[in-house]
């Protein structure tokens, strides 16, 4: 229910295990080897038994990197390469986005997982995936500054107006100001 989500107003079409691991076959015959997850919210999938842990285990079985892209809530702990967590703004921006209290339990699940992901064999890698927004935009470089050592990296993008909205896009000139802060 993120406010920029464009997900959250589609209608919810949840395949089954079977249909998941059927698209997965077809991907990696048409040469596909780097996979990457993204929602809605991919850890919230079930099928009977099965749990999106299930779906990832399959893809590392064919993929060369298996990867996807959380709001965080649920933790860290999945099999897979890379996590991309979503982290929009400092807390009050943050949470004003995704949710009271949301920002305060990302950091909570990311401090755990780091306790234990220093007993695993391969650990995936866990980075900041920030979206830049006419509301956050300012504090991104204070954001990134803050975050720099719970992360192993950042990706960012520029909020893109799925079906027109144009509530959250910032303009170019704006784009600029703040991709120059983030260099400095």
Not at 17 to 40: V, W
Not at 107 to 130: G, T
């Amino acid at each position: 229910n993120c406010k920029h989500c464009p997900f959250r107003k589609i209608k919810k079409i949840t395949p089954g295990f079977s249909e998941i691991k059927n698209t997965l076959d077809k991907l990696y015959k048409t040469g596909a080897r780097l996979i990457i997850f993204e929602g809605g919210e991919p850890t919230l999938w079930k099928d009977g038994k099965y749990t999106f842990n299930d779906i990832l285990k399959y893809a590392k079985e064919k993929f060369l990197s298996v990867n996807f892209t959380t709001n965080g809530l649920n933790g860290f702990d999945y099999y897979t390469d890379a996590i991309w967590v979503s982290i929009d703004g400092l807390e009050k921006t943050h949470d004003h986005i995704r949710g009271h209290g949301v920002f305060r339990k990302v950091l909570n699940n990311l401090h755990e997982f780091r306790k234990i992901s220093q007993f695993m064999k391969k650990p995936p890698k866990v980075f900041a995936n920030i979206c830049i927004s006419n509301i956050n935009y300012k504090e991104i470089p204070l954001l990134i500054n803050i975050l720099n050592n719970l992360f192993d990296g950042f990706t960012i993008q520029f909020y893109y107006p799925y079906n027109n909205n144009f509530d959250f896009f910032l303009p170019i000139d704006k784009r600029i100001w703040v991709l120059n802060r983030i260099k400095e």
